[in-house]
C-alpha cells in the first residue's frame, strides 16, 4: 500500500512523512522543489532511516502524473501540493488559480483514471475568512478573502461535486490553524523563502540575529492585549492528524472538513514572551499599523476531529518554541543546498 504525497519535501509535507514512515506506511514524494528542498528527504531518511521514492515533477505536468501511478501501486493520496503565501497570491492571482486549482485538476483526473479514490486535502483556516465568533466549527459559512485563500475554498467545492458525482471517493479536508515548531531532533523545520511572512520563523530569525527586529502588526485589536490571538499548532500534532485522516479515509467513503487546531489562542505578545523564555533571546520588537487582511482572533474548535478521528494536539506553545528554535540553532540557514532547475525523472534516494 502505497501513499503518494504531493508537495512532500515541503515543511508540512516533510513531517507527515516522517510519520508516515515511522508508522509503516509505504510513500512516494511528488514535489517540483519550487518551495522547498530534495534536501529534507536526506533529513527525513536521517530521522527514519528509511528511504523515499522521490519523482521531481511537476502537478501541470500531467504526463509525469500518469507515469508514477502506472509505475507504483497507490491506495491514497495526501496532497500538499500548492503555492500558500496570501500576499503573494494578491500579486499574482493567475499563478495560484493555474498552479494550485488546475494542479489539483489534474491530479484528480490521473487519480480517478486509475482508480484511486482515496484524498486528504491540505485545506486552511483561511477559508474562514472574517468570522463573528469563536471558536471556529466546520459547519460554519465559508468565506475567502484572497486567491489563495480562494483557491483552497475552490478545491474544497471541487472535491465535495466529485464526492457527489462518484461515491467511490473518500476524502478528508484538514483545515489547519496556525502549524509552527520543528521535529524534536531539529533535524527538519521550517524554511521560508527570503523573509519570513509568518510570525514564528519571523521571530526564530530575529533570535538568531539574522534580521533585527519584530514589527507587530498592531495592538489596537480587541484582545486582551491588543495584538493578534492565532491558534497556533505543533507541526507535529499536525503530521499525526493526518494520519487519522488517513486511517478514517480506508475505512469509509464521503468527505468530511475537520479543524486542525488546539482550540486555544495565543497573542503576539505571548509568543514573543515565550520564545524569549526558551531561547534566552531578547526579542526587540516595534508596534506598527495593522496589516492589511488581519483578523483579530482565530482559534479552532477542533472537537469533530478529537470525536471523529481520535485526535487531539498534545504539544504547547512551549514545546512549539523549543523546537522551533532548536531547528534554527542547529540550521541557520535552512536547508542550505540550493536545487537544479527541475527535470521530470525519478530521483531515488
Ligand atoms: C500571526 C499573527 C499577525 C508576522 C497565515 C496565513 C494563513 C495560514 C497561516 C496558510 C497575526 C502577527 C505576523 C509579523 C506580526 N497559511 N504578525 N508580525 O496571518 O494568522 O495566517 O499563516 O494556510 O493562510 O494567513 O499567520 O504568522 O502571518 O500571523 O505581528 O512579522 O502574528 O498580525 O496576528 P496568519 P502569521
Redesign the pocket.
Known sequence: MSILITGGTGYIGSHTCVELLNSGYEIVVLDNLSNSRKDSLDRIKRITGKDIKFYHSDLLNKGDLHTIFSENNIDAVIHFAGL?A?GESVNVPLHYYENNITGTLNLLEVMEKFGVYRMVFSS???VYGTQEKVPLSEDLPLQAT?P??RT?LMIEEILRDVTIANRNWSIALLR?????GAHPSGTIGEDPNGI?????P??SQVAIGKLSE?????ND?NTHDG????DYIHVVDLASGHLKALEKIMRSTGINAYNLGTGRGY??LE?IQTFEKVSGKLIPYKI?R??P????I?YADSSKAEKELNWSAQKNLLEMCADSWRWQIQNPNGYESKEPEYSSKLILN
Not at 495584538?227 to 492565532?230: A, D, E, K, Y
Open positions: 500558500k496570501v486552511s483556516a483561511t484572497n489563495y485563500g483552497k489547519y490553524f496556525n502549524p509552527v519570513p511572512n509568518n510570525l514564528v519571523y521571530i519584530l514589527k507587530v502588526y498592531g485589536y495584538t493578534g490571538v492565532r497573542s503576539v509568543v506598527t495593522r496589516r487582511g488581519d483578523i483579530a482565530s
